[in-house]
């Protein structure tokens, strides 16, 4: 596999200091399938460029939560906004990118095709779209592969091309649903690096579901705990992302890593997703 | 190596099986009209040469305009189907219905109706034979589409007609080319069968059918060795259509 990686060139915006909506507020949000609960009461809400994971057992909701965000679901009740607006009007506005567990590319479109499909599905031209694609292309390091098949590329880097999709109309807010679950150890932690750096660059606010505490910990802002029948965020603990706001040099990932606070704050989502499990 | 052996041992067993049928048709003197030899068959398609060009020429016409008429109502009938219930709900079990018409009770039918000196009523029996298997096959395509594909279009906002554009038809592109190349083959078969209820005697099987009738049985050996070479090019050539539509996809099972 072909890793070139492209140095954070552009220095990220200041977030957090605007006026504007809150990315994601979400307010007594209940969901239930039939008899099911699957979610109840969930407040939570993510600021301008703000990075919160999702994280809990398999049938904890979180992608039920997630889905809800997106206007996959509809809440049973409560309250959506996205970036101030309802969460089906923003899913009609295209402010939202979302990337799944599996890459999801159309198999019968190149690298690059695959990229601009948001666009192309939002009227923009085609020139525009072929230089949006490229950008994109090299922000996640594939600007090689703009011409490959899906068919051709690994797992990790049909998961970079989902995700430079889901960057294409320049969303104020990303959607990860377990982006990375299907992805070895190696893959899974430059992934994470790379994506807070587009995170980063982009000025993005991102919801990321994953089970995966380490991965929640090194990524987030937050760490919003969630908990099955019913799903709830039983506690929110602050997460160890480095380099917000700043530069993010690709060691400082590392770095958190080893870091005692980081250790601290694994033990801490543990020891809160514990309670919600005795 | 394993590669070239796998080439090479069908020929050598046709090889093989020609040369036992010849020695089998000398050695125990079988009569012509029950077996004629292999060389008997080879020297007839030598002397009926243009002939068997002109007629095959006639019978893969008709396949072919058979095949394409028959693909695209097929495919169209499909796309219809997977748009609107209503439409699956009546075209469905007719196109089924249609598939359990055996096309000897249609050509001569078809003879009848449009008259003997036309080619249509074999272009159409070839038609009915295609459209079958074009359409189940579409269909089940247009019908699969990934749940994942389905939620990304969904997350897009995008219209019905941008799903059918960007998901659902080229999604279903491998399916409709596997209903191509099983059809192809069927497209002959059928295209040579009509001919064996009248009309027009200019086609393989009207030769095959007087061949046989006036006792030359090499002569209609001769077009029987013609009309699986055609059979086997529109194999081949639905084959090659097909690979060329899905290049670059992976291998579906």
């Known amino acids: 596999m072909n890793e070139h990686r492209s140095e954070p060139s552009t220095v990220s915006e200041p977030v957090g200091a605007s006026e504007q909506p809150a990315a994601v507020e979400l307010a007594e949000v209940d969901k239930r399938f039939g008899d099911v609960v699957a979610l109840s009461g969930i407040d939570l809400t993510l600021d301008d460029g703000e990075f919160v994971a999702l994280i809990g057992p398999s049938g904890c909701g979180k992608s039920t939560l997630l889905r809800v965000v997106a206007d996959l679901e509809a809440p049973s009740a409560g309250v959506v906004h996205v970036g101030g607006k309802t969460a089906r009007q923003a899913r009609l506005d295209q402010d939202y990118g979302i990337a799944f567990q599996q890459a999801g590319l159309l198999e019968w479109r190149t690298v690059a095709e695959n990229v601009e499909l948001p666009l192309q599905v939002h009227g923009v031209g085609k020139t525009q779209r072929r230089a949006r694609a490229a950008e994109l292309l090299e922000l996640v390091g594939l600007a090689d592969f703009a011409g490959s098949r899906p068919g051709q590329l690994s797992g990790g880097m049909q998961q970079r091309v989902a995700i430079a999709r889901a960057l294409a109309a320049r969303p104020k807010l990303l959607l990860m649903d377990e982006p990375f679950g299907a992805l070895d150890e190696m893959t899974r932690e430059r992934m994470q690096a790379e994506l807070l750096r587009i995170a980063g660059e982009t000025g993005a606010a991102v919801l990321f579901v994953t089970h995966s505490i380490p991965e929640a910990v090194v990524l987030s802002d937050r760490v919003a705990v969630m908990t099955p029948r019913p799903g709830r965020i039983v506690e929110v603990v602050a997460g160890r992302r480095p380099g917000r706001g700043g530069e993010l040099e690709p060691e400082d990932v590392e770095d958190v890593r080893e870091t005692a606070s980081f250790f601290a704050a694994v033990t801490a989502v543990r020891e809160a997703l514990r309670k919600g499990h005795p | ?253």
């Not at chain 2, 005697?201 to 046989?212: K, P």
Request: aromatic share 6%; net charge positive; glycine share 6%.
């Open chain 2, 1 to 253: 190596m394993t590669a070239r052996a796998a080439r090479i041992a069908p020929v050598a067993l046709g090889i093989l099986v020609l040369v036992a049928w010849q020695l089998l048709v000398v050695a125990a003197s079988v009569p012509a009209f029950l077996l004629p030899a292999p060389t008997a068959i080879a020297e007839q398609v030598a002397a009926q040469f243009t002939v068997i060009l002109s007629t095959a020429a006639v019978t893969g016409g008709n396949a072919l305009v058979g095949l394409v008429a028959g693909f695209l109502i097929g495919v169209v009938l499909a796309i219809l189907a997977a748009s609107s219930r209503l439409v699956a709900e009546l075209t469905t079990p007719v196109v089924l219905a249609a598939s359990a018409i055996p096309i000897v009770a249609l050509a001569p039918v078809f003879t009848t109706m449009f008259g003997s000196t036309t080619e249509i009523p074999r272009r159409l029996v070839v038609t009915v034979v295609v459209v079958v298997p074009v359409f189940v096959s579409a269909a089940r395509g247009l019908r699969a589409v990934a749940p994942v594909h389905s939620e990304l279009m969904t997350s897009l906002a995008a219209t019905p007609w941008q799903r059918a554009r960007f998901v659902r038809l080229p999604g279903a592109v491998p399916s409709v080319m596997t209903g191509l190349r099983l059809a192809a083959p069927a497209a002959v078969i059928a295209s040579i069968v009509a001919e064996y209820f009248g009309g027009l005697q200019n086609g393989l099987g009207s030769r095959i059918s007087s061949a046989a009738a006036n006792t030359a049985y090499a002569r209609a050996w001769a077009f029987v060795v013609a009309s699986i070479v055609l059979g086997l090019l529109f194999h081949l050539a639905g084959t090659l259509v097909e690979r060329l539509a899905t290049r670059g996809r992976p291998a579906r099972t």
